[in-house]
């Protein structure tokens, strides 16, 4: 069949499209565009009145024109006509016109609303689809306005076409993605969900795509798509005799509707109902077995089909985390196939497990391909591939494998792409920090890093490794040791400068001993370096030297030389000439004892978190939410003093907190906004648990990570903006009876789609029940917003374990006789036991937990959950 | 699914559809970005890019790149299998489509598209039940042409060497 049997034969529009392909040079194609712009133009102005077939047709050339890339400012009133014809091709054509061309805040909105208004109303259902097209294409706000109410009726009324209901599911969920606060929820909800039993496949797999969608928003309310789910699922999977016709692809039964039916229920915990959970069980284990049954074709199509299904049964697996034997399997079929010989098998294996490695029932299997992983850092020739793999090394890293998996990055690093070098950077130097029981391993890891890739390391890198040294005196010794050694090297990248010129300027006098680095042989080898830096490290330098004028009188003059000398009093950069001219009148008035006063060696940084995590993130895509179950430790991006060079030299005031207390004064005075319910839905969650959602609904979403140490803890909250619109006038606090919390203040705006970060500092004085309530009020779209939340601050968070025998314990336990020391509850479990999984349960609980008197234990208190 | 771009291994845009609003500058560099990144791919690479917050999913068939970016939890083999559907349908359609077909029944490969996908989603995965409404459609233009009496019968033709292989 020849393609030109087809289409409509609008020989004109062939003839220019033909005109374009022939045209030699840009100038010629902009030629004959222009004049059939002009032709159009006075087509369009013409007296005689255009009949519909060249309307048509020169829609479709101001269409063409437009699609090559050039700007088209006319055409869109015809385009608009078109849609009132009763002719299917032209409507088809103004439709499409619109769909491409008009954005949402254009003046003919009105008129293509009437237009999209009489097709829905047609009960033609090729006319009601065309107009469902257009407003899933175009859906802006004003079609949301226009039409939200409309679409569910279409949906769900009993004479509707399957065709049509397979629209109008897609095209409500497209508007509840722009618009969510527009799409009306209600009795509808019911019949939806219902779909899900449709006897046609087509409308099955957009129902589950439309409820998937709302059910992320408003579980509660699609809850018994679960069973229906599941059911349907497992007639897909399990039974072998069904013939889904023309929705088998490639020898798999309707792979589209099956990685739904998956993704709706990955908006669910696993089912409580037992009897369905087994079936679910059964499903998935059905779908792992089918994974090593011999392919039914040899078609690339078959196998990503099946793995695409066996991919997503995984993520489902995954996001359940209860089911230790299923995570086990997927983390064994994901290891096979890190080793198949197609690369997007290998790709999609790194990606997730990568997820993987964050569930505790998993992470150790997950090290186990550790040796695997690091060979594919060494061996891919795709760079994709390659960066999830350091991806996944991240991912699995702990205590027990922290110096081989850096020292692996480091080495990749060498050679690694320029595009993920930053990244890897970051990477290594937060795995460096987090594992680092040895701080000397921690400054040789850093050192590294700048000798390897020093134009990769950021600031925030080189900052902390100066706040580390500087708060650990156990390290500084070493640290001056080995920037010494490091300094020799004929050409040192300037971020090693900096890095030596701090932490010489202050440890200096530690190594000063040796007669192969005493101050004259650090002060020569630091100035050699001096000409070729840049500003900010020549400063940074100068205020070393003042530093080793202070430590050692012995070089005082030398150094003045220096200070004295025209290229630095007459420096044309007035930072230097400033610092040059300040550090010189102080070393000759200032007596012994004032210098020794004002150049003291720098006091310890406040506890603070790194900022390179925040930075890491940040690259991953701005706007993202953090990965909630990401077990790791968040940072605060603080914007504070360390990050301005001066700043870092700080040489006159210790870092103060003077400025939080006042804030934190006035947060604790402003009453909360009365009369709004206390949201603790998800409060249980957190028992055993520091991260995760705490709060959400259809405008905003909190999400929380926490740690503790002691009786300090630090919790991140996020405020996730859901809408496009701003958030104004944001404003929280908290109130609680029996703890310290301090908050800082937060800006009072929150673009739409953005997040925003609070960081909460508590500190537990004395045991408390009540937990404190976080207060957030905003204005979103001119009403006034009240939101409260329990925050799940609970005593256990700051319980301590301690190890001890069991003979101690069994002889402290049986102490406890006393009438008040003594409580008993026993009711029945919701879950059947598992000794393992509970004293997981138990362990995140923070209780003690040990081998012999665990048995005991777990069944003491996994009853509690 | 956020976006579909269809464009040839010169750099020529033959297709675009959008899921989500953009502005017209978002449009162009997303499409820079798209073209540069995939082009310079070597072949026998994997399928997969990570591109800011998405996932990018492309496959060569012959001289055009089929390009989708994904959302973070969408699943990357069946948008590859989804962009293999849409081929067979321009290819049944078409009968051993090629870019030229795309070419000049620019508006065609559109309406196809519409078929099949809607607001990023799978509308229709059925071979049979989108060939029936492309054929019904023209079926409605064969009649509206017939009432018209338009003479275009003479149409230009124009010889395809080879259709769209992987």
Known sequence: ????????????????????????????????????????RSKFKGDKALDGYSK????????????LGHDIDFGHMEAVNLLSSNKYTEKQIGYLFISVLVNSNSDLIRLINNGIKNDLASRNPTFMNLALHCIANVGSREMAEAFASEIPRVLVARDTMDSVKQSAAL??????????????????????????????LGVVTAATSLI?????????????????????????????????????????????????????????????????????????????NKAQEPPKSKKVQHSNAKNAVLFEAIALIIHHD????????????????????????????????????????????????????????????????????????????DRSNAKQIVAEMLSYLETADYSIREEIVLKVAILAEKYAVDYTWYVDTILNLIRIAGDYVSEEVWYRVIQIVINRDDVQGYAAKTVFEA??????????????????????????????????????????????CSVPTRALLLSAYIKFINLFPEVK?????????????????????????????????????????????????????????????KKKGPGKLPDMDDSRRSVNGSTDSTHSFTDVLNLNSAPSSGANLLIDVFSESSAPPAATDVSEENFPRFVCKNNGVIYENQLLQIGLKSEYRQNLGRMYVFYGNKTSTQFLSFSSSVSSSDLNVHSKAVDPVIEGGAQMQQILNIECVSDFSDAPVLNIQFRYGGALQNIAVKLPVMLNKFFQPTEMMSQDFFQRWKQLGAPQQEVQKIFKAKHPMDTEVAKAKVKRHKSLCRDSVSQRLCELLSEQF | MRFLLLFSRQGKLRLQKWFTPLTDREKKKVIRDMMMLVLARPPRSCNFLQWRDL????????????????????????????????????????????????????????FILDEFLMGGEILETSKLAVGVSMEEADTLQEEEKEQEEVGKTDKERFACGRGLRE
């Open chain 1, 212 to 288: 998937t969608t709302l059910a992320q928003k408003n579980p509660d309310d699609f809850k018994t798509s679960v069973s229906l789910a599941v059911a349907r699922l497992s007639r897909i999977v399990t039974s072998a005799s069904i013939d889904l016709q023309d929705y088998t692809y490639y020898f798999v039964a309707a792979p589209w509707l099956s990685v739904k039916l998956l993704r709706l229920l990955q908006c669910y915990p696993p089912p409580e109902d037992a009897a369905l959970r087994s079936r679910l069980t059964e499903c998935l284990e059905t779908i792992l």
């Open chain 1, 1 to 40: 069949m020849p393609a030109v049997s087809k289409g409509d034969g609008m020989r004109g529009l062939a003839v220019f499209i033909s005109d374009i392909r022939n045209c030699k040079s840009k100038e010629a194609e902009i030629k004959r565009i222009n004049k059939e712009l002009a032709n159009i």
């Open chain 1, 171 to 200: 095209c409500l969920l497209r508007l509840n993605r722009t618009s969510p606060d527009l799409v009306p929820m209600g009795e509808w909800t019911a019949r939806v969900v219902h779909l899900l039993n449709d006897q046609h």
């Open chain 1, 56 to 67: 048509k047709k020169y829609v479709c050339k101001l269409l063409f024109i437009f699609l």
């Open chain 1, 487 to 532: 300094l020799q090297a004929p050409a040192c990248h300037e971020n090693l400068v900096k890095v030596g010129g701090y932490i010489l300027g202050e440890f200096g006098n530690l190594i000063a001993g040796d007669s192969r680095s005493s101050p004259l042989v650090q002060f020569n080898l630091l100035h050699s370096k001096f000409h070729l």
């Open chain 1, 557 to 617: 003059a030398t150094i003045q030389d220096v200070l004295r000398s025209d290229s630095q009093l007459r420096n044309a950069d007035v930072e230097l000439q400033q610092r040059a001219v300040e550090y010189l009148r102080l070393s000759c008035i200032a007596s012994t004892d004032i210098l020794a006063t004002v150049l003291e060696e720098m006091p310890p940084f406040p506890e603070r978190e790194s900022s390179i995590l925040a930075k890491l993130k």
């Open chain 2, 55 to 110: 996932k990018i999913v492309y496959k060569r068939y012959a001289s055009l790149y089929f390009c989708a970016g994904l959302e973070d939890k969408d699943n990357e083999l069946l948008a590859l299998e989804v962009l293999h559907r849409y081929v067979e349908l321009l290819d049944k359609y078409f009968g051993n489509v090629c870019e030229l077909d795309i070419i000049f029944n620019f508006e065609k490969a559109y």
């Open chain 1, 322 to 397: 209860s089911e230790p034997t299923l995570l086990v399997r997927a983390c064994n079929q994901l290891g096979q196939f890190l080793q198949h010989r197609e690369t997007n098998l290998r790709y999609l294996a790194l990606e997730s497990m990568c997820t993987l490695a964050s569930s505790e029932f998993s992470h150790e299997a997950v090290k186990t391909h550790m040796e695997t992983v690091i060979n594919a850092l060494k061996t891919e020739r795709d760079v994709s591939v390659r960066q999830r793999a350091v991806d996944l090394l991240y991912a699995m890293c």
